[in-house]
């Protein structure tokens, strides 16, 4: 009888170390993959400077240069990504979303491996250094979402919660706000708390903003502002904010949307059928809204609009338009690249046309509510979005006209458009991801 129970005390003291160890490995799991998109995030937002200063470079020495460099540059980045990475294209948001919903490992590689986040990396660079009105932050996502699906691979059970890790650090380090990336984890990638998980995703997030901070210091994306709404008539801008975005947002959004379905006419089958010669008609439209704006409008919007901010000036009053058309041709036409960033200096253009209304309220606070607006008009999450802004910007005073712009735009876009860009966009992938091999259409020609 002693002998049994020391053998059963043994057998439960093994099986305690057996829980206890899986439990510090998928702890480490998530720990080391939050340092790698971590490092990977800041890698491609200084080569994204780089690229952006290149072309700025090429512009001094030719403004006319773009029609040329741009839409050649969109027709090899599609041609790249037609022929090479397939599933790197566009945002890379959706796609991590569908890996989510993806049964199997082979179905979730094609759409988050490390092939595919090495030429997310590699074409959203080269949309920058061709001018596209792309941004990093949607594609570091995708590369997140990537490495923790590598290194989550000796664990298939638990891809999902590492794929919504990988994609809530990559927006953390991306823009160096943490709460933003919990919560854009929560309410765009998820839909849902998830309790089990949830512990875990915070500390990936923890250690892909350590790594950020590391390298490149503690800073806020659009700098410090203090901005506020003082007068109780200043307030009406926020309702204001909160339609004109939310309308504008949700037709970006439905024109994404029905573009990535195909048109049912015979320009929709000329599009299927010529992709490269779309991409190269898509970057010549950017590179003459580039030219009418004065070339304010190529790249992510990110320098304007934070002197905008930064120097309570207005942007020109054609900047929102512009960004508005260039952001679209870089989204219809199939190169990668993200809409986060082009996406806020749309709606920092949107208001600072708005403020020609409200001539007393401050300028600041008023781009802030375009920003807000539009952002949650297109990706119709509300809560990421007022978080994501006052992170930004470090302005706390602003969270309660945020929050309500924000609510606003949210609902004014589902009156245009019935499902969030992403999510719309994921059941693409999915189904897609999901086709067997010979329903799938032919390679396409240029």
């Not at 490092?39 to 470079?57: E, N, W």
């Not at 490390?114 to 009105?133: D, F, V």
């Not at 849902?192 to 806020?220: C, D, K, P, Q, W």
């Not at 905008?308 to 512009?322: C, I, K, R, T, Y």
Request: proline share 5%; hydrophobic share 50%; glycine share 12%.
């Amino acid at each position: 009888m002693i002998g049994f129970m020391i053998t059963l005390r043994s057998f439960r003291n093994k099986r305690r170390l057996k829980i206890t160890s899986a439990r510090w490995q998928r702890r480490a799991i998530f720990l080391l993959g939050g340092i790698v998109v971590g490092a990977a995030a800041v890698a491609l937002a200084q080569l994204a400077d780089l690229a952006q200063q290149a072309f700025r470079l090429l512009l001094g020495q030719s403004r006319y240069a773009a029609l040329l460099v741009t839409p050649l540059g969109f027709a090899l980045s599609a041609y790249l990504t037609i022929r090479l990475f397939p599933g790197a294209q566009g945002s890379g948001i959706p796609q991590a979303i569908a890996a989510r919903h993806l049964d199997g490992q082979a179905a979730r590689e094609r759409l988050v491996s490390l092939r595919i986040a090495a030429g997310k990396m590699i074409l959203t660079l080269l949309g920058l250094l061709c001018g596209a009105s792309v941004g990093r932050e949607g594609p570091t996502v995708q590369v997140g979402a990537s490495v923790m699906f590598a290194i989550g691979r000796v664990s298939p059970r638990r891809q999902p919660g590492l794929i919504l890790a990988g994609a809530a650090a990559g927006v953390a380090a991306a823009f160096n706000t943490p709460l933003a990336g919990i919560v854009f984890g929560i309410e765009e990638m998820s839909r849902a708390f998830e309790t089990r998980t949830s512990s875990l995703i915070i500390a990936a997030v923890i250690a892909a903003g350590l790594t950020s901070l590391a390298l490149m210091g503690n800073y806020t994306y659009f700098g410090s502002s203090a901005t506020s709404l003082a007068r109780g008539v200043d307030w009406l801008a926020v309702p204001f904010c909160g339609v004109v975005g939310g309308v504008v947002g949700g037709l970006f959004s439905r024109t994404i949307i029905t573009m990535s379905r195909g048109l049912p006419s015979p320009v929709g089958h000329a599009i299927k059928a010529h992709p490269l010669w779309f991409a190269f008609a898509c970057g010549l439209a950017a590179a003459i809204c580039g030219l009418i704006s004065g070339d304010t409008i190529y790249g992510t919007g990110y320098e304007q609009v934070k002197a905008s901010l930064e120097h309570a000036s207005p942007l020109p009053q054609d900047f929102g338009v512009l960004k508005f058309l260039a952001t679209t041709f870089a989204a219809i036409s199939g190169i990668p690249g993200g809409i986060f960033s082009p996406s806020l200096a749309i709606g920092a253009g949107l208001g600072s046309n708005v403020a020609l209304l409200f001539q007393d309220a401050p300028l600041g606070a008023i781009m802030l509510l375009g920003m807000v607006s539009y952002f949650a008009g297109v990706v119709q999450a509300p809560i990421t979005a007022f978080v994501i802004v006052t992170e930004m910007t470090d302005n706390h005073g602003m969270v309660v006209p945020l929050m309500t712009a924000a609510l606003i735009a949210h609902f004014v876009s589902r009156l245009i458009c019935e499902e969030g860009i992403y999510h719309a966009l994921a059941k693409g992938f999915v189904e897609r991801a999901t086709r067997p091999p010979e329903a799938k259409a032919p390679p396409v020609s240029s």
